[in-house]
C-alpha cells in the first residue's frame, strides 16, 4: 500500500517527537503493509511552518534511519499547506511542495468554513499546472453541511483525499456516514491515514480499506489504491464523474439502482 498523507517526520509539527518515535511509526507502517509514504508536515496551519527545504532535509535523513534500521518502507516528501492567500507566490518562490514532485498538491481547509477565494486560488493553481488534493474534506464544517460545496469544487478539477479513522468511525457516526456519501458520489480520489502517533491516530489504513470493500465494494479499493500509484508514478488520476444530488437529496446513482434504470 501507499500512503500520500502523514505526519511521520520527527520534531516538525504535532507528529512524532522523536527520531525513535518515528521510527517506530514507520515499523507499524510496515506491519500494515504500507511499501511507500509521502511525508506531509503541516506548512501554515497558524501553529507550524514548514517550508520545502527543511521538509526535503528531514525526509532524506529519515529515509536514512529507514536503510540503517532495515525498515523497508520508502519516504518521500511532500507537505500538507493550509490555504493561504500568498501560497501563489510562495509556490513560485520554490518554498510549497507538491507530493513526491508531482502536479498535485496536498491542501488543507480550515475546520469551519471554505478559504475565502478558494475558486480564485484553485483557478490561479491550474494556472501553473497543479491540482489541489483537498486533505480530509469530511472534517470540514461547511462541506459537512453542504457536500454540494466539494461537489463544485470535484467539477472544477479538484481531488480529494478521506483519512482513514473517518471512514473507520473513529471520528463518530456522522463523519463516517458523510465519509462514505462522499465516496458513494465520487467526490473522493484517495484514501490515506494521516497519521500522526502511535497510540491516538495510528493508520489504521488497511482497516479502512477493509471497511471499503464491505460497504462499498472492491471497485472503491482498487480506484484507491491505483490513485495512490498513479501518483506515486507521477500519472494521471482517475476520476470518475462526480454524482449530482437529487432534490430530495439521494445521489443519482442510489435511484438508478432502486428503479435499474
Ligand atoms: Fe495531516
Redesign the pocket.
Known amino acids: 500500500m501507499i500512503d500520500i498523507?502523514s505526519?511521520i517526520l520527527h520534531n516538525l509539527d504535532d507528529g512524532p517527537r522523536t527520531m525513535e518515535q518515528s521510527l517506530e511509526l514507520a515499523l507499524m507502517a510496515v506491519h500494515e503493509g504500507v511499501s511507500t509514504i509521502i511525508a506531509?508536515p503541516?506548512h501554515r496551519n497558524g501553529s507550524y511552518m514548514n517550508a520545502a527545504d527543511s521538509i526535503i532535509e528531514a525526509a532524506s535523513l529519515f529515509q536514512e534511519q529507514l536503510i540503517k534500521n532495515h525498515i523497508p518502507l520508502t519516504v518521500y516528501h511532500g507537505q500538507?499547506i493550509r490555504v493561504y492567500p500568498q501560497m501563489i507566490d510562495d509556490y513560485e518562490g520554490n518554498s510549497l511542495l507538491t507530493l513526491h514532485g508531482s502536479s498535485y498538491m496536498l491542501i488543507?481547509f480550515p475546520p469551519s468554513k471554505l478559504p475565502e477565494r478558494i475558486d480564485e486560488i484553485f483557478y490561479e493553481l491550474s494556472l501553473l499546472h497543479i491540482t489541489p488534493i483537498i486533505?480530509h474534506p469530511e472534517r470540514n464544517r461547511e462541506i459537512a453541511d453542504q457536500p454540494d460545496k466539494l461537489f463544485r469544487l470535484v467539477e472544477q478539477g479538484a481531488l480529494s483525499q478521506i483519512t482513514s479513522h473517518s471512514i473507520n468511525g473513529l471520528f463518530g457516526p456522522s463523519v463516517q456516514s458523510l465519509s462514505l456519501e462522499l465516496c458513494r458520489r465520487n467526490l473522493v480520489h484517495f484514501l490515506a491515514s494521516?497519521v500522526h502517533d502511535a497510540i491516538h491516530r495510528p493508520f489504521h489504513l488497511q482497516q479502512a480499506y477493509r471497511t471499503v470493500e464491505n460497504l462499498l465494494g472492491g471497485d472503491y479499493v482498487k480506484y484507491y489504491q491505483q490513485n495512490a500509484e498513479r501518483l506515486i508514478r507521477h500519472t494521471e488520476i482517475e476520476r470518475w464523474k462526480p454524482i449530482a444530488k437529487t432534490r430530495k437529496g439521494f445521489p443519482l446513482n442510489i435511484i438508478s439502482r432502486i428503479f435499474s434504470l
Do not use: I, N, V, W
Open positions: 498523507h505526519h506531509t503541516h500538507e488543507e486533505a494521516d
